[in-house]
């Protein structure tokens, strides 16, 4: 099956610098990745996605980059705000398989003042 | 919110005991999904079902049991041999159709047991 890893697991930064967050998936067959962002005790919701046809795709601050070769995808903040602070987890996905999500560990990203 | 909804928000079992978590979805969704949220580990998938009266175990299945008699509801029951069943457990629901690939969340029921 699909193997998800993420790093780091914890990242702080100074607010107005940039974060990056990365993934690695193993099975190549995976054609859709969506990052999720968690605030303490709530729901995880989606905040960007990138489907395998696609190497780059941006959303105001964030964008998320894709590189099927490697087999790796990097979530990049830019301008990060307090509000930024949360878990954040990658996923890999691949059709025809019930849209079954493999997710990675999350990284626990701190915006200091 | 999200059109998906689980209860109740905090649970609380005695070891031995089967405990039964809700979910319902009034987005149409085809799919639905557990999963269960360790610190440290992820999501990981126990359930999910593409469509009623049909369900596949995911990568930690053992020690639950699902039904799906209803488009709108997906119930997880966390029995009685689940080793180690204090966990959040988050459900999903996608539509799963060509143009959508998207889970959306419920807000989790957090369950303890002592």
């Known amino acids: 099956g699909e193997n998800v890893e993420q790093h780091p697991s914890t990242l702080s930064v100074q607010e107005g610098d940039s974060a990056v967050i990365k993934c690695t998936y193993s099975?190549?067959?995976?054609?859709?990745f969506p990052w999720y962002k968690q605030e303490l005790g709530k729901r995880p919701q989606l905040i960007i996605d990138i489907r395998s046809n696609v190497g780059e795709k941006k959303d105001q601050r964030i964008a998320v980059t894709l590189n099927k070769t490697a087999k790796h995808f990097s979530l990049h903040i830019t301008e990060t705000q307090p509000e930024d602070s949360a878990v954040y987890f990658c996923a890999a996905s691949r059709r025809g398989t019930g849209n079954q999500f493999y997710f990675g560990t999350g990284t626990s990203l701190t915006v200091i003042p | 919110d999200g059109g998906i909804t689980q209860s109740p928000k905090y649970l609380f079992r005695k070891e031995g005991q089967n405990v039964t978590l809700s979910c319902e979805q009034n987005l149409n969704h085809d799919a639905m999904y557990w999963y269960r949220q360790d610190p440290g580990q992820g999501l990981r998938l126990i359930y999910y079902s593409q469509i009623v009266n049909d369900f596949q175990k995911g990568d930690i299945a053992e020690g639950y049991s699902v039904s799906r008699e209803k488009k709108e509801s997906f119930p997880l029951t966390v029995t009685s041999a689940q080793k180690n069943p204090t966990a959040f457990y988050l459900c999903?629901?996608?539509?799963?159709?060509?143009?959508?690939?998207?889970?959306?969340f419920g807000p989790g029921t957090r369950l303890t047991v002592t």
């Open positions: 999903a629901s996608s539509n799963g159709g060509a143009l959508s690939y998207e889970q959306y």
């Open positions: 099975d190549s067959a995976s054609n859709y």
